[in-house]
Every structure is written in C-alpha cells, then in structure tokens.
C-alpha cells in the first residue's frame, strides 16, 4: 500500500474553488487545477454535437491517512448538485519530491501487487485524435473521457524551422473504466490509425484505488 495517494475530481468548468476549499477545509495542504473537456459516452449527443463540455480537473497529493477524510468531505461538498456532477477517483502515489526531500513507500521484496477495480487509462497523442480515440474507446466499452490541451518535447532529430524545434501540440485523454474491460479498451486505440507511426502517441494505465460519482445519488 502506498504512503501517498492522488485525489482526482472532475467536475464542470468554474466549480473548482468550492471543492478545493472543502478539499482543505478538511486536511489537504492544498492541490492544482487544469481545464480540459469532457467527452460524453453517449453516441447520440456526440452525434448531435452536444458531447463536449468545459471541466475542471483538480489534483490533490496527500497522505493516505488523510485521504478517505478528504474525498468524503468533497462529496459532501457536492451532495446537493445534479445528478452526475463529476467524478471523483483515488491513485497510488509511491514517491513524493516536497521541499527537496524524497519520500517513498517501502517495498516488500515479494512486491505484491493490488488487484483495481478500475483503471485510468491515459492517452496522449496528437492535436485533434483525441475524438478519434474516445470514439475507439467507445466501442471498447468504455463510457466518457476528459481531455487536456498539451505539448511535445522536442528532440534532437525533430524538424526545425528558422533553427527552432517545432514541438507539436498534444492532446491527453483520461478515461477510468472497469479492469475488465481495461485491455479491450487499449487494443482499440493501439489499431488507430494516428497511433501507428513511431512518435505519434503513448497510452498507459494505472491502477484506481477508489471511483464514485459525485452530485445527487
């Protein structure tokens, strides 16, 4: 078991303040927020063009004693929204870098590892797939997923132009979805077209400790 444990919740677009308040009211020493959007698991609204909406991701990295205090006071905070609200997950963290020092779980030589109910599956690939992979996700079984703006690093054999590396912007798709369903899921987005040059993307997976819906039940 992990020291650490991350905090992810996904809710709609200007609604972070309240749960990062809730999130520090009760023991966290704080977290980030990025924007990203939401992909709706619903064919018929993608199809309508209503699949897409703003969100905000908030992160927080804590002790994992203090964990289940700050996810039960964040879905407090969320009780009396709408159905479907956000989501709200848990992940392993086995290092943490904080004020210079390095802190880390101690492992047992068996390195025993933890069956998850769910997995994030994370895929990060060139602007404009990311639809293109949810699609393919979509017909895996997995439901929505939400997608950052992002950017390549360059390397040394990357183009130039007037001498600058030109660093393509990426997009990341974050989907959680059932362990069963974990590897169906990523062979549709390995047969992608878009993923099948050398450089053109990288999907991973890491075990979720915990996933609930947030809003009224």
């Not at 992990?2 to 200007?14: C, D, E, G, R």
């Not at 956000?86 to 943490?96: A, E, H, N, P, T």
């Amino acid at each position: 078991m992990s020291m650490f444990k991350l905090i992810a919740v996904i809710v709609p677009h200007n609604k972070a303040d309240r749960i990062s308040s809730s999130a520090v009211n009760a023991g966290s020493a704080g977290g980030t927020v990025l924007m990203g959007r939401g992909l709706t698991g619903s064919k018929f609204l993608s199809a309508l063009g209503l699949g897409e909406s703003l969100k905000d991701i908030l992160l927080f990295l804590c002790d994992k004693e203090k964990t289940n205090q700050i996810s039960v006071e964040i879905k407090k905070t969320c009780a009396n929204e709408r159905k479907n609200f956000g989501k709200i997950f848990i992940l392993d963290s086995q290092v943490m870098i904080k004020a210079g020092n390095i802190f880390s779980e101690e492992k047992d030589e068996g390195g025993d590892s933890m069956d998850y109910s769910y997995q994030l599956i994370s895929v990060i690939l060139n602007k404009g797939y990311a639809d293109d992979a949810m699609a393919a996700a979509r017909k895996a079984g997995a439901g929505g997923g939400t997608v950052l703006n992002a950017r390549g690093t360059a390397r040394e054999d990357d183009e130039k132009f007037f001498g600058m590396h030109i660093v393509p912007e990426k997009e990341m798709l974050m989907m959680v979805v059932p362990s069963e369903k974990k590897d169906d899921v990523l062979k549709a987005i390995k047969e992608l077209p878009c993923l099948q040059q050398p450089g053109s993307g990288i999907a991973f997976c890491s075990g979720v400790d915990s996933f609930d819906i947030l809003g009224k039940k």
